[in-house]
Structure formats: C-alpha cells, structure tokens
C-alpha cells in the first residue's frame, strides 16, 4: 500500500456527524503500536457568552486538497502508517464533534507529534470558515493559528513562532514542515 492508500481526508457535509470509530478503525494496524487522535468538539460557552451551536462552511475542493497536503507534510516529517482527518460543515450542536484527526504510528511520539502537527495547520491554512452562535447573538470567527501564520508570513528568518536560546533546539518539532497551499484546483 502506498502512503495515498493510506490517507483518508473527508469533509463531511450537511450535518451528519462524525463516525470516531470509522476513523480509528482505518488507521488501525497491526504494526501501528500507537494510535493518537483529537477530537474538535463544540462547547457550551465562549469568554462567558452561551454557546448554542456552530456552524461551518468550507471551500471543499481547496479544502481536501490543503489537507491531503498536510498529510504528505506529515508523513515527510515522522514515520507514519495511517492518517484519517474529517471535518464536519453545516450545524455542529454543544457537545458534538466538528473536526476528527487519527494517526497511526509504530510508536507514540510521532503520532502524538504528527495528530499535533495536522489539527494546527488545519486550523492555520484549510478554508473552512467557523459561525459561533450565542444565545444572543452571531460571530465569525478567525482561529488564532490563522492569524499567527498570517503574521508569520510578513515577518523574515527564523522558523519558530518564539526565539530559541539554546542549542538544544528540536527542529523537528519545533520548526514545523512548512505546507505548501496551491492556489489552482484540479
């Protein structure tokens, strides 16, 4: 099998909700010895404003394929077996899931890292737009890993978000892979 087979980017439309088990099951292995995954779900209250639900949009086809490039960017930088990331659009309630990342490795640490690595650049690069409702109101929400890269864009040197005075630096992960966004679709 090659990496592509063992890949599975999904965006699931119109509120139907996340099969967490799916997405284990696929990156589910015999030479897997670790399995890490998070799970993006909606909670009850922002900054003290009630939250009622969210609700997500997303440019589809730049979407799926900003994440499958994530995931090549991924298996470049840790040894991976299996990857399985989902997204939810449309009405996500409290306490449901709206995004799903599973990895699959032979050992913990660059699954750990890896799961880390895909749920933050998604955050940071995928068009997919978030709406919080409140009880009294509506916003739009950027994430702030947005935000950070876009500052990070118009700054010059240095790979990390923070200085770093040691020797002893881990670029690996700290100097996360850098994805590449294509503009053009398929």
């Known amino acids: ?10 965006i699931i ?10 997405y284990i099951n ?8 670790a399995i890490a995954t998070f799970s993006g779900t909606t909670r009850d209250t922002f900054e003290g404003k009630t939250v009622v639900e969210l609700r997500y949009e997303a440019y589809v086809p730049m979407a799926i394929k900003n994440l499958k490039s994530i995931c090549s960017a991924a298996r470049s930088s840790w040894d991976l ?24 490795a032979t050992h913990r640490a660059d699954s750990l890292d890896a799961c880390k690595f895909l749920i933050d650049e ?30 990070e864009l118009g700054k010059d040197g240095g790979c990390c978000r923070r200085k770093i005075e ?7 992960s700290c100097c996360k892979p850098k994805v590449k966004v294509e503009e053009a679709i398929d």
């Open 13 to 22: 439309d119109d509120n139907n909700q996340i099969n967490l088990a799916k």
């Open 1 to 10: 099998m090659n990496s592509e087979e063992k890949t599975l980017v999904e």
């Open 166 to 172: 040691t020797a002893a630096h881990d670029k690996k």
């Open 26 to 33: 696929y990156v589910s292995a015999p030479q897997a010895g």
């Open 122 to 151: 998604l955050k940071a690069s995928v068009p997919i737009w978030k709406k919080e409702v409140y009880s009294d109101g509506e916003v739009w929400k950027e994430n702030p890993e947005f935000l950070e890269r876009r500052l």
């Open 81 to 104: 077996h299996s990857i399985a990331v989902a997204h939810r659009l449309g009405i996500v309630p409290v306490g449901e899931t709206s995004v799903f990342v599973a990895v699959s």
